[in-house]
C-alpha cells in the first residue's frame, strides 16, 4: 500500500535554491512583466530548444488559443474533437464561433480526417485538431482537406510539448500551434502556455494582440487582450527547461513500466504510439475492454480506494457538456463516446517512483482476478 495518494500528475518542481538567482534578477531588474530579458530569453530558449521558427509565449494555454482564432480572423463554423479537455471548445464559444464536433479516430484518439469532410459547409472557416495525449495528428491528411476548402488549420497542442515526427517538431504544422505550460502539463512554468507560428510577421502581429493591440505610447491597432506572461513565469521556464531532458526520460521510464505490467492483463488495452518519433509521455491512457470483468468506473473507484486518483480524460465528452447544447453540432461521434466511456489515464509524472507503478499494476491485476 502507497503511503501517500497518487495522483494522476504532479508537478515536476526543480530544487528551490535554483531558482533564487533568477528572483534576484528580477528584483534587481524591477522588470515584472511586458517583454522583459526573462521572456525574451524563455522565447529563444524554446525556439531552440522546439526547433520551431517563433514562439510567442501567453499567461495560459486558452487565452494563447483564444488569441490564436483571433490572429487568423476565424469566425463561422471550425471542426474540432470532442475527445479533449473543455478549454478547446470553449476557446471557440468565447469568439462567437459554432463548434463541430467530428468523430475521433479509436486507435489514436484523434481527429478523423475521414469524417471531416463530411461536416464542412459554407461557414466552415477552419479545423482545430488536437494532439490529444501528445500523439500527433494525422497532419498530412488534415493538410490536404484544409487546403481543398481554403481553411485554416490551428492546433490544440496543449499535450505536445517536445513532440517531434521525422520532419521535427510537431508545432511546425498547420498555420498556428497553441501549447500550454500548466502545471499539470510535461514542461510547466505554473500557469502558462504559447503560439507557435511560421515567421516574424506573425509573432508581431501576435505579440501586439497578446499586449491590447498597443504597437507604441499612441496606437492600438487591435482589440487585443492582456495575454503576457509574466517574468516570473518565464524565470521559471528557463529553470525547467534546463531539467527537462531528464524529466521526460523519468516519464519514459514509468511508461515502460506500465507497458510490461499491463501487457499481460486480459482486457486492457493500451494504445500504440503512432506517427512519433520523440514522444512526452505526457499521459498513460488504458483502455478498458469488454473481457476485463469490471467496468472502467468500477476500475476508477477501486484503484480511488487504493489512494491512486487516476482520472477519466475525456469524459464527459464536450459536446455533452450542458453548456454546449444549441451552440454547436455533433456528428456522429460514436467512436469517441464508446472510448470516453473506457479510457482511464493512470499517474504518470517525473516523481513517480516506478514501485508506485507496480502497485497500480498489481490492483488493476487483482480486478482482473
Ligand atoms: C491544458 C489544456 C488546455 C488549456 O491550457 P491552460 O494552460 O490550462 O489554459 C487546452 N487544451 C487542452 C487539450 C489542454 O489539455
Redesign the pocket.
Known amino acids: 500500500m502507497n503511503d501517500k495518494p497518487i495522483y494522476v500528475t504532479e508537478p515536476y518542481l526543480p530544487p528551490l535554491d535554483e531558482f533564487i538567482p533568477y528572483l534576484e534578477q528580477i528584483w534587481a531588474s524591477k522588470k515584472l512583466t511586458n517583454n522583459g530579458p526573462m521572456h525574451r530569453q524563455l522565447e529563444a530558449e524554446l525556439r531552440d530548444y522546439l526547433g520551431v521558427p517563433e514562439i510567442a509565449l501567453?499567461n495560459?494555454?486558452?487565452?494563447?488559443?483564444l488569441t490564436a482564432l483571433q490572429a487568423l480572423r476565424i469566425s463561422g463554423e471550425v471542426i474540432t474533437t470532442p475527445f479533449?479537455?473543455?478549454?478547446?471548445g470553449h476557446?471557440l464559444l468565447w469568439n462567437g464561433i459554432t463548434p463541430v464536433f467530428v468523430d475521433i479516430d479509436p486507435q489514436t484518439f484523434n481527429l478523423d480526417p475521414e469524417k471531416v469532410e463530411a461536416a464542412i459547409t459554407p461557414r466552415t472557416t477552419a479545423i482545430m485538431p488536437?494532439h490529444?495525449y501528445g500523439n500527433p495528428c494525422d497532419v498530412a491528411a488534415i493538410q490536404e482537406i484544409a487546403d481543398t476548402y481554403n481553411l485554416k488549420v490551428i492546433y490544440?497542442a496543449?499535450?505536445a510539448f517536445g513532440v517531434e515526427d521525422e520532419g521535427g517538431s510537431i508545432l511546425r504544422h498547420g498555420d498556428l500551434s497553441?501549447i500550454?505550460?500548466?502545471a499539470?502539463?510535461v514542461f510547466n512554468t505554473f500557469?502558462?502556455?504559447a503560439i507557435v507560428c511560421p515567421d516574424a510577421k506573425t509573432k508581431r502581429h501576435i505579440d501586439n494582440l497578446k499586449n491590447f493591440g498597443i504597437v507604441n505610447e499612441t496606437t492600438v491597432v487591435a482589440s487585443g487582450i492582456n495575454g503576457k506572461m509574466s517574468e516570473i513565469n518565464a524565470a521559471f521556464g528557463l529553470l525547467q527547461l534546463k531539467h527537462i531532458h531528464q524529466a521526460i526520460e523519468k516519464r519514459r521510464l514509468i511508461d515502460g513500466r506500465y507497458r510490461t505490467g499491463l501487457d499481460r492483463i486480459k482486457g486492457i488495452r493500451l494504445p500504440k504510439p503512432v506517427g512519433q518519433c520523440v514522444e512526452n509521455y505526457a499521459y498513460f491512457p488504458v483502455i478498458i475492454e469488454d473481457d476485463y470483468p469490471l467496468s472502467r468506473d468500477a476500475l476508477y473507484h477501486i484503484l480511488k480506494q487504493a489512494d491512486i486518483h487516476a482520472r477519466r480524460?475525456f469524459y464527459p465528452l464536450i459536446n455533452d457538456h450542458s453548456v454546449y447544447r444549441g451552440v454547436s453540432r455533433s456528428d456522429g461521434v460514436e467512436n469517441a463516446k464508446a472510448i470516453s466511456e473506457r479510457v482511464l489515464c493512470l499517474p504518470v509524472f517525473t516523481e513517480l517512483p516506478l514501485e508506485a507503478v507496480d502497485f497500480i499494476v498489481s490492483v488493476i491485476g487483482m480486478g482482473a482476478r
Do not use: M, P, Q, R
Open positions: 501567453f495560459n494555454g486558452t487565452i494563447a488559443l479533449s479537455f473543455v478549454a478547446t476557446s488536437v490529444c490544440d496543449a499535450h497553441a500550454s505550460f500548466h499539470t502539463k500557469e502558462g502556455g480524460y
